[in-house]
């Protein structure tokens, strides 16, 4: 499979903990973003990368959240201290650069905060 | 004003029926659209990508674009129950992320 990979596809997790979540581009794809949707919305931007470099984060992106890609391939987000407002899905998307290039999304990571 | 904007739904149609669905943005510089299909409990699919004012055809799909009245939409011709899902208008803003819409949520009748 030489899609977008997201591990875990879920996460329960009780409120004030710290969760880690990965996503492995497509291969050749230089550029990987995150984003967070909750029900009944679109999804909301939240940070890119173009290879190692954080371009652009998200104000949604709050002081408990990171994000790293260390070698330009592989991602994580970190959310710390979870609250319940994070409950959400967590997608990871990646593309090749460039203005307008399409981005393609991996299966998500659904976070519950309980 | 919301920067992507939807039409409401849920739209219901028959089978065999053409779907439409509109999206409106509010950001006159922007340069690339895209559709996306969510199935229920899914990801996002990239469905089309539009660039240039007019028409672009991919099978039962037509995306239509009008720059100057920031209007883009997408035709399902020949709608099938298995295009029931909710699709996703986004917009190439600047660093080429992207901004959506709330999604339209359609459902083919058989």
């Known amino acids: 499979d030489t899609g977008v990979s997201q591990d875990p596809r879920h996460k329960i997790t009780k409120r004030g903990q710290n969760v880690t979540f990965r996503c492995d581009p497509i291969s050749e794809h230089n550029r990987l973003y995150w984003y967070r949707q909750t029900l009944g919305q679109g999804p909301e931007f939240l940070t890119y990368f173009q290879n190692e470099a954080q371009l652009e984060k998200s104000r949604l992106l709050s002081d408990r959240f990171s994000a790293e890609r260390p070698k330009g391939s592989f991602s994580t987000l970190e959310i710390q201290r979870t609250e319940q407002g994070d409950s959400a899905m967590y997608l990871c998307?990646?593309?090749?650069?460039?203005?307008?290039?399409?981005?393609?999304f991996g299966q998500g990571t659904r976070l519950t905060v309980v | 004003q919301k920067e992507v904007e939807q039409n409401s739904g849920p739209l219901s149609v028959p089978e065999g029926a053409i779907a439409s669905l509109n999206c409106t943005y509010s950001?006159?510089?922007?340069?690339?659209f895209f559709w996306y299909r969510q199935y229920s409990g899914k990801s996002p699919e990239l469905i089309m990508s539009?660039?240039?004012?007019g028409d672009k055809e991919d099978g039962r799909f037509t995306a239509q674009l009008n720059k100057a009245s920031q209007y883009v939409s997408l035709l399902i011709r020949d709608s099938q129950p298995s295009d029931s899902a909710t699709y996703l208008c986004a917009v190439g803003t600047s660093g080429s992320r992207l901004t959506f819409g709330e999604g339209t949520q359609l459902t083919v009748n058989p």
């Open positions: 950001d006159r510089v922007s340069q690339s």
């Open positions: 539009i660039y240039s004012n």
């Open positions: 998307a990646s593309s090749l650069a460039g203005e307008g290039v399409e981005a393609f």
